[in-house]
């Protein structure tokens, strides 16, 4: 019964100090999964493993997963420190672990390469988006001034076109105006042209009068040169008879002389001829006032005959201007028709321009209004220009980011070692 007592306290005994010694290993293997789980490799806890003893063995499984953590761990800061060169082998087939981490290791090297191949595509991209947003920049801002250009010339086009549209309005006016007193020109010249036909008739009828007078003045020259001649004669005649007085009274004087001496028997004698002495004498007298007359006849006759002539001369003359004037109203009357037919001419072409100008007048209406429209379409487009402008000079900033994002993202892929 001792020796049973002391084994049983033996083995009670040997039970609590397995039991001591398990729970201490138990909670330095609780303290070992507290520090792995919050991601603790270094620890200071060494394991007793036995091949009968299911704590050390534990322990010893512990310590490995701690090892093997601890190879994952330096594994993972090789990664971090951008060495992708070496690889972590698995231990097997089963070592999930170990391939996630090959597997990561190979993403992330091919991830990098590729991530630095497209930086450098991005970055070669990028520049050359930079340079073309810098060359559509520069386009652009050329469009700009030239648009501005444009649209500055469209305005004084717009400006040009109302004014050209007011002068067409008054060319309109003019025009009508003038196609009126065309009408009116060629009307004018019809009325010349029969003013000018009746001045050709009466001038026709003046040089027939002219003539006749003429004529006239002629047989006048004649009756009055007839009459100089018989008033010439008429002088002879008194000549003549006053030469027979003085006879006649040279006879009765030697009458008177003989009556004289014969003294009684003369003196009836001596009164016949003292009778016919002063017949003679009064017939001496009135052959002298004849002859007065007749030269005063004959000098009225002559400047009669002056005047006669100067009248017919003149009127030679007056039928000659009247034939001037009746050629000269001829040529009136043939140039009034010619005006006539011109005028009618240029009364109807006064009339197509008028229709004309007014045409012309809607079209630079509709020309202003197309001036207008595209000086607004400009001015649209000039405001379009400089928002691609604006949004060319956003691209160029977004482009020379993204330049700088790309050689930041070939710097952060240049601190990977691929291998």
């Known amino acids: 019964t001792v020796g049973t007592l002391a084994t049983m306290f033996l083995g009670i005994g040997l039970a609590a100090w397995a039991q001591v010694a398990i729970k201490k290993r138990m909670g330095a293997m609780a303290h070992v999964a507290r520090s792995i789980s919050d991601g603790q490799l270094e620890l200071g806890v060494r394991f007793k493993a036995h091949p009968y003893d299911p704590p050390g063995r534990a322990g010893l499984a512990f310590a490995r997963l701690v090892t093997e953590m601890r190879e994952v761990a330096a594994h993972a800061d090789r990664i971090a420190a951008g060495d992708l060169s070496r690889d972590l082998e698995p231990r097997s087939e089963r070592d999930e672990l170990r391939q996630a981490l090959a597997r990561m290791t190979e993403g992330l090297r091919q991830m990098v390469g590729e991530v630095s191949q497209a930086a450098d595509r991005v970055s070669e991209a990028s520049g050359r988006v930079a340079e073309e947003a810098g060359e559509s920049r520069r386009a652009a801002t050329e469009i700009a001034r ?96 006053g030469g027979i007085a003085d006879q006649t009274n040279l006879l009765a004087l030697n009458a008177a002389i003989e009556a004289a001496r014969a003294g009684e028997h003369g003196r009836g004698f001596a009164v016949v001829a003292e009778e016919v002495r002063t017949l003679a004498e ?100 000039a405001a379009s220009t400089q928002q691609a402008t604006a949004s060319t000079q956003q691209i160029a900033s977004s482009a020379e980011e993204l330049s700088a994002s790309a050689r930041e993202l070939r710097d952060l892929a240049a601190r990977f070692t691929l291998g």
């Open 282 to 381: 009064e017939s001496r007298q009135a052959a002298r006032e004849i002859a007065g007359l007749v030269a005063e006849i004959r000098g009225e006759t002559d400047r009669a005959v002056k005047v006669v002539v100067d009248g017919a001369a003149r009127t030679q003359e007056g039928v000659a201007t009247v034939e001037a004037a009746r050629e000269a109203f001829a040529a009136i009357g043939s140039a009034v028709e010619v005006t006539s037919s011109r005028v009618a001419e240029i009364a109807a072409a006064v009339e197509g321009i008028a229709s004309s100008s007014a045409r012309m007048t809607e079209d630079v209406a509709e020309v202003a209004a197309v001036a207008e429209q595209s000086s607004a379409a400009g001015e649209q487009v």
């Open 146 to 241: 030239a648009v501005e250009e444009v649209a500055h010339g469209a305005e004084r086009q717009v400006r040009s076109v109302e004014a050209v549209r007011a002068l067409s309005g008054e060319v309109s006016a003019a025009t009508q105006e003038s196609a009126a007193g065309a009408r009116e020109a060629a009307e004018e010249a019809g009325r010349a042209r029969a003013l000018a036909e009746d001045g050709a008739g009466a001038v026709t009828a003046a040089t027939e009068a002219m003539a006749q007078v003429r004529g006239a003045s002629d047989e006048v020259t004649r009756t009055i040169q007839a009459l100089g001649e018989r008033s010439t004669r008429i002088g002879s005649m008194v000549d003549t008879i």
